[in-house]
């Protein structure tokens, strides 16, 4: 399997501008997380799902980001309108089973908004 | 949401030095994962470990459940063991917090 695959790699928008990110989770595993890394705030929770059901979303900092995960194979994060403070890196990883198995996580995606 | 900590937040090394890593938690949890982020900003697991000891060449990783900490020692370090190693709890909300990691350096 070629891992948790996220797209892209680098993202540089203009403030405003909506941005979507992409994750592609190990096939069979049933759980997604979402996180942020940030120098200030470490690794940040935004959402998780189980069997592609949203299951805590309070780590979504607000309105303006929202997560989609239509079917087992693919998830999204959107954050509309963007702003220079949500430049961070954003990684996605999937597990078997949430709660009872390893997470393994994509290379993440570097989100610069000017 | 459950608590982690990790300590030191930094730690030197002379190459062939060992050490150990701690990561306190504030609740039972069900499961807990050590990542090594590289330089490159890549998560590579290096174990899954809720409960007992696991060895992997020279790292290895105790949690001690019923008192809510776990352990990652390295021995024998080398420069590419430089970067940050992150502990990993799911609780009983199934949601997976990091700690706020231990940045190592190990120096030629």
């Known amino acids: 399997d070629a891992g948790v695959i996220q797209s892209p790699r680098h993202e540089v928008t203009e403030m405003g501008q909506e941005v979507t990110l992409r994750c592609k989770p190990i096939?069979?595993?049933?759980?997604l997380f979402w996180y942020r890394q940030t120098m200030m705030r470490g690794l940040e929770l935004l959402i998780y799902f189980n069997n592609n059901v949203p299951i805590d979303d309070s780590g979504m900092p607000e309105d303006r980001f929202s997560a989609k995960m239509p079917n087992a194979s693919f998830s999204t994060l959107k954050i509309q309108p963007s702003e220079p403070r949500d430049s961070a890196v954003y990684f996605c990883?999937?597990?078997?089973?949430?709660?009872?198995?390893?997470?393994?996580f994509g290379q993440g995606t570097r989100l610069t908004v000017v | 949401g459950i608590q982690v900590e990790q300590s030191p937040p930094d730690l030197i090394l002379q190459e062939g030095a060992n050490s150990t890593l701690r990561c306190n938690f504030s609740d039972s949890v069900n499961n807990l994962q050590w990542f090594h982020q590289n330089p490159w900003g890549q998560l590579i697991n290096l174990f899954y470990?809720?409960?007992g000891t696991k060895q992997n060449g020279r790292l290895s990783a105790t949690t001690v459940a019923t008192e809510r900490y776990s352990l990652l020692y390295i021995s024998s370090s080398q420069t590419t063991d430089s970067g940050v190693y992150f502990c990993?709890?799911?609780?009983?909300?199934?949601?997976?917090?990091f700690g706020a990691g231990t940045r190592l350096t190990v120096k030629p």
């Open positions: 096939s069979g595993h049933n759980s």
């Open positions: 990883a999937s597990s078997i089973q949430v709660g009872s198995a390893e997470a393994f």
């Open positions: 990993a709890v799911e609780g009983n909300n199934n949601d997976m917090r």
């Open positions: 470990i809720p409960s």
